[in-house]
């Protein structure tokens, strides 16, 4: 049984739809990210999970019960919120309990919950002050008490780290992950930034302008972007996008791509494919490689690179970064550090056509 | 001398006259309602009394003529009290409530209605006079008590809903959020949440709404009749009657009774007052 | 339950709705209509043309209502717009007891008009106030009767009301040049720009929005003048201060032309909005609850 069905849910002001035909499952335990940039949607298809928004149509089920149009209290959820909403005159103690308290549970039960929470969450010595007093990072943690104490169905997340600092939101992630594992929770979790849906979640779903651009899991979404959108969107840096022209040629695939101050360059994939004679060819910057005298990589045995003029070098440690421009668009490798590569020199690149998307140019819909 | 200790004794120069023309009134009311009537024919506007003398306060306080009625302005100031205390009450309290659901609890049409109230703090309370007699009369509350109450609470709510909605929309819609997920309903949430953190603007609501209530005259020489009307009406009249002898003194010492509560008002909470005036009148 | 839930703010907001809707919108139709009928001591509702407005713009007192609404609006807009600012930023030049001297020039707003009219109507009378005393210093033909001249008896109110609203401005623009961005004032500092230049090219310029609420509230305060000429002049010498607040009142209460009542209030109404619609629609329109 799903512990969130959402089955073809609508929201819209007026005239304006926010939310298309919204369809997503997801079972007991599952961490289930939703990715996008801003104005996609994505806290609007929380806060509609959570009740605090009526839905235009469709239907949300938590735990195998229909909860469409049941207020928020009655859902049996929990909610963290980006500004992590502390009730500012109430200690951190009150804090935690007041929705215990709203809901009439004794108090022994109220301050054993406060005490094991307090416990796991290591913020015993915070319990006597007012939100006022604590740091970003003390109250992400006051935040996620309040909802821990809840014992909820499903946690509901909206943003949580996006006021933390850069160092501080790495620290929280990771505690986050961890405390899904330790409680097996059911988790949907809100944010724009990519690398954290990547690190958190099982599942993920890419939105953009309140429409589904894909769901799957983190290798999915990375490895087989649905569309152009979900390619550029997920990954840093970017999948490179390259505007190139194919012709199949006995069982194999030839692209072209126009080179600056050259020829182009054609690099041959052996398989053959039914594709348009444009195409956008899709390559994260991790699948171009130095190409070595005797290749090894797939895909690349029969001429699959050649030398392009380097325009830029950035050494990132552990990486090195070079950019060229292919098809008329900056293409960026990501080499080993000790490369060689020099900028405005010619240096030998190759493709792993294994690992390449092609888009659509009309659409930018996946092709493969 | 260099010119620029001349010119920062020249500005300290500006600021104490400005400063002296605006105590100038108080002093002259003050030194005049401790002075004779013997002295003030023969003395200066300036000058200080010779011989202090209380009786104008008292006279003003208990026995002076507001047209015929000889009882001072003590009836009248209580008039004022039973008036004002309630109708700031009640004011505020619906102020609040409403401005809570202008700020957190919007629906479609709500900004409409906002707008439209604001628009009330607006009228010239002349356009409203004809029809309230009227209505007053109609509820049987013409000439009473009650009736100033109701035009006072009815013509304050649109400042007081402005305050409390300006003041809670920089509250975080996040917090109702997060305590409707915690299964706080409309006035749990308002008593648990936003009442504890509303003592700033409830200050600033209370404190303007007694000053414009305490000092209207319109709707009080308006609407009040001859055992309800409230002291700026009876300050009037006391100073304008006819009868005998002009006593400026008792005047004088009847003005600075009326005046006392807003000036009270002012002094012990002036940092509230201000934010009052300019809350109401420059923000939106 | 869970409609009550969901409709609890509505009905909430109920009943002051309905209070707004009749005792504001409801009552300024009732005395738009009242305007356009023959009433006079008992309203009458057979709609009669705009006899009443030919009648109010052929008084001749309403002439002079109107009049010295504009004489003493302008001159008390103006007048306490520029002691304002003045104080304001002789008050912003690091001024030691700024808090003592600011308490002061702000005190009389607290009062009650009626009050600062009694006052100022003591200092100022001929035979024992301020004429008086200047004479005793000496300047045996010093002269200051303005209150019971019908040319000069405006200037009077116009004098009145600056003392009691001026200090009030100054809280406003002085408010307004406390906010300004430190970091552009250490910028001009740092360019070499001298103060006055400082205040007159960068400080004043981003104030505009400052200087327009004064503005309404000055011009509201002066519509709505009424208690302030009471308790001063009474309306004279003879109709010489009526305001347009006054006329009113008087053709409601003491006339007991409620036609002519109705017909100025709906003019004075009309002025009012001429301002503050503008005003509302810019401050509710662009900004988005800040």
Request: aromatic share 10%; with cysteine; net charge neutral.
């Amino acid at each position: 049984m799903p512990i969130l069905e959402i089955d073809h849910l609508q929201k819209s002001y007026g005239e304006t739809h926010i939310l298309h035909d919204i369809n997503i499952s997801i079972e007991e335990g599952d961490f289930l990210v939703l990715v996008g940039p801003s104005g996609c949607g994505k806290s609007t298809l929380l806060n509609c999970i959570a009740g605090l928004e009526p839905i235009s149509g469709g239907n949300v089920s938590i735990a195998g019960r229909n909860v469409t149009g049941v207020s928020p209290k009655d859902r049996d959820i929990a909610m963290v919120f980006q500004s992590y909403a502390l009730y500012p005159t109430m200690s951190v103690a009150k804090n935690i309990t007041f929705g215990m308290k709203v809901r009439g549970v004794d108090k022994a039960t109220q301050d054993k919950k406060l005490a094991q929470v307090a416990s796991q969450l290591q913020i015993e010595p915070l319990l006597h002050r007012k939100p006022g007093q604590l740091s970003g990072g003390q109250r992400q943690r006051v935040a996620m008490g309040r909802a821990l104490v809840r014992d909820p169905k499903l946690f509901l997340f909206d943003e949580p780290l996006s006021n933390l600092d850069a160092k501080l939101r790495v620290s929280m992630r990771t505690e986050i992950k961890k405390l899904h594992q330790d409680l097996n929770a059911s988790i949907v979790y809100v944010t724009h930034d990519q690398i954290e849906a990547m690190t958190l979640a099982t599942k993920i779903v890419v939105m953009k302008g309140g429409v589904i651009q894909q769901i799957g899991t983190p290798a999915e979404i990375y490895n087989r972007p649905a569309n152009m959108f979900v390619a550029d969107f997920m990954g840093s840096p970017a999948m490179n996008l390259i505007p190139a022209k194919v012709r199949a040629e006995g069982g194999q695939t030839r692209i072209q791509i126009e080179r600056p101050g050259d020829a182009p360059l054609v690099i041959t994939d052996p398989v053959a494919r039914n594709l348009p004679a444009d195409i956008i060819l899709g390559v994260r910057p991790e699948d171009i490689h130095e190409a070595t005298g005797n290749a090894h990589l797939p895909g690349t045995a029969e001429g699959a690179g050649g030398d392009v003029m380097i325009d830029i070098v950035e050494p990132a440690g552990a990486d090195t970064f070079a950019v060229t421009q292919l098809g008329g668009k900056a293409v960026t490798a990501r080499l080993r550090a000790e490369s060689a590569v020099k900028a405005r020199q010619p240096f030998p690149l190759a493709f792993d056509l294994s690992k390449v998307s092609y888009f659509s140019p009309s659409d930018g819909e996946r092709l493969n | 001398m260099t010119s620029k200790t001349m010119l920062r004794a020249g500005l300290y120069l500006i600021l104490i006259l400005f400063a002296l023309f605006y105590l100038m009134p108080l002093f002259v009311m003050l030194t005049t309602s401790l002075k004779s009537l013997e002295e003030i024919r023969t003395g200066s506007l300036l000058a200080l009394p010779r011989d202090i003398t209380f009786a104008p306060w008292v006279e003003a306080w208990s026995t002076a003529c507001a047209g015929t009625q000889c009882e001072g302005l003590r009836p009248f100031f209580w008039n004022s009290v039973l008036m004002a205390v309630p109708a700031v009450m009640i004011s505020t309290v619906v102020g609040a409530l409403n401005g809570y659901v202008f700020a957190q609890w919007r629906f479609r049409g709500a900004n409409l209605f906002f707008a439209m109230i604001l628009f009330g703090c607006f009228i010239p309370f002349q356009v409203v006079l004809l029809p309230m007699a009227q209505m007053l009369g109609l509820m049987g509350l013409a000439g009473s008590i009650p009736g100033l109450i109701f035009v006072h609470v009815i013509y304050g709510l649109g400042f007081t809903t402005l305050f409390f909605r300006n003041y809670y929309v920089t509250i975080p819609q996040e917090l109702v959020r997060a305590a409707k997920v915690d299964g706080a309903g409309f006035f749990r949430i308002f008593w648990s949440i936003f009442l504890p953190i509303s003592l700033p603007i409830i200050t600033v609501s209370v404190i303007w709404q007694f000053t414009q209530i305490w000092n209207d005259f319109l709707f009080g020489v308006s609407f009040s009749g001859a055992g309800s009307q409230p002291v700026t009406v009876a300050l009037n009249n006391i100073v304008n009657s006819t009868t005998g002898v002009k006593a400026y003194n008792v005047d004088m010492a009847a003005a600075i009774i009326a005046a006392l509560p807003t000036l009270l008002v002012y002094v012990v909470a002036g940092k509230y007052f201000i934010r009052g005036l300019t809350a109401g009148s420059v923000k939106g | 339950m869970e409609w009550l839930e969901r409709n609890v703010p509505k009905m909430v907001l109920a009943p002051s709705f309905v209070a707004i809707m009749i005792f504001v919108y409801g009552f300024i139709a009732w005395t738009a209509w009242i305007s356009f009928t023959k009433s006079r001591l008992m309203p009458k509702y057979d709609l009669d043309g705009i006899g009443q407005y030919e009648r109010l713009f052929a008084a001749p007192r309403w002439d002079v209502a109107m009049n010295n609404l504009f004489i003493f609006g302008g001159l008390f807009i103006v007048i306490s717009m520029a002691i304002g600012l003045a104080l304001a930023i002789f008050l912003d030049q690091k001024i030691r007891a700024e808090g003592v001297l600011r308490t002061i020039y702000l005190y009389p707003m607290a009062l009650s008009l009626i009050v600062t009219g009694t006052a100022w109507k003591w200092i100022l009378n001929p035979g024992l106030g301020i004429q008086e005393t200047v004479r005793g210093w000496g300047f045996e033909s010093f002269t200051f009767d303005w209150i019971i001249r019908p040319d000069m008896a405006i200037y009077v109110i116009v004098l009145a009301a600056v003392w009691q609203a001026s200090g009030f401005v100054m809280a406003l623009f002085l408010a307004g040049l406390r906010s300004v961005d430190g970091e552009i004032i250490r910028a001009a500092q740092v360019d070499g720009i001298p103060t006055h230049r400082i205040y007159s090219a960068i400080i004043i310029p981003t104030m505009a929005p400052i200087f327009l609420s004064a503005f309404i509230v000055l011009a509201h305060l002066a519509i709505k003048a009424f208690d302030l000429v009471i308790a001063l002049t009474g309306g004279g010498p003879g109709y010489a201060t009526d305001l347009p607040a006054t006329y009113m009142y008087a053709m409601a209460f003491s006339r007991g032309d409620l036609g002519q009542a109705a017909s100025s209030a709906m003019i004075m109404m009309m002025v009012i909005f001429a301002i503050v619609v503008p005003y509302l629609y810019s401050e509710l329109r662009p900004r988005h609850d800040k």
